[in-house]
């Protein structure tokens, strides 16, 4: 897909990662509907897009929310016109084990809330954007691209049993659209990151971070470029689809 004013909407694109796709989609052309849910971080990422010649508007969105993503879907359609692209980027995590205990008592468990919120969020986030994207796509006429950003965690991973089933749901309805698109000329992909560095990285103690870059064969985090160039690649080449790209500096060998 050539991206020139091709309209690209990211969720979760005001910041992290997000941003990152923003900045290298809209060097190549993209103008872009930043969708997130924090009106102030919009206005921020807008102001700082802009400063780079790039085209983007924002959209205060809650993607777990139907008719908050139905609504956005359309604001961005007539401001900006049909999509041609949509990242579903949003995400979040609330970590636990799914049960802890002490000589033979239970005594905590991850919460149904904890677990649904972020099923809501992860999961069908990701399948509310995808299906408005691609109703625009297909009644404008167009092809399309749809991304959906997953994570290495998706094969599993301990005290993220809500995080890890969502992701490995978002490649799951990466694969089912790839099939039941394609004859419209709408094409899917996947990205897994693994460790980034990231706001939330940033956070961590220095010999937790120490100890995360050591696991990794190539010896440090990705960057959050590192991401959004993988994104770019699956716009850019017309014969993938349906499949997905592990970014995780070989961890998951």
């Known amino acids: 897909m050539n991206l020139t004013n091709k309209v690209i909407a990211i969720t979760g694109g005001a910041r992290g990662l997000g941003f990152a796709m923003a900045e290298r989609l809209g060097k190549q052309g993209a103008r872009l509907a930043l969708l997130d849910m924090s009106a102030a971080a919009l206005d921020e990422a807008v102001s700082a897009l802009a400063s780079q010649d790039i085209q983007a508007h924002a959209f205060v969105t809650n993607v777990a929310d139907e008719q908050s993503v139905q609504q956005a879907f359309a604001d961005i359609a007539a401001r900006m016109g049909p999509v041609g692209g949509c990242i579903n980027n949003a995400g979040i995590t609330d970590d636990g084990l799914l049960i802890k205990a002490k000589e033979g008592v239970v005594e905590k468990r991850m919460s149904l809330s904890a677990w649904q919120k972020v099923l809501d969020v992860n999961l069908t986030g990701v399948f509310l954007c995808g299906r408005e994207a691609a109703t625009q796509m297909v009644e404008a006429g ?111 060998l």
């Open 142 to 252: 167009h092809q399309g691209v749809i991304v959906n950003i997953s994570s290495i965690s998706r094969a599993g991973n301990m005290g993220q049993s809500n995080y890890a089933a969502a992701k490995a749901g978002v490649h799951a309805l990466t694969v089912t659209w790839g099939k039941e698109l394609a004859r419209y000329g709408i094409r899917t992909g996947t990205v897994a990151p693994g460790f980034v560095e990231t706001d939330m990285t940033a956070s961590m103690r220095p010999d937790m971070l120490e100890r995360i870059s050591s696991s990794v064969p190539l010896k440090r985090l990705g960057n959050p470029d590192d991401i959004a160039k993988s994104v770019a690649f699956i716009f850019e080449n017309d014969y993938f689809t349906a499949r997905i790209i592990e970014c995780d500096g070989g961890l998951r």
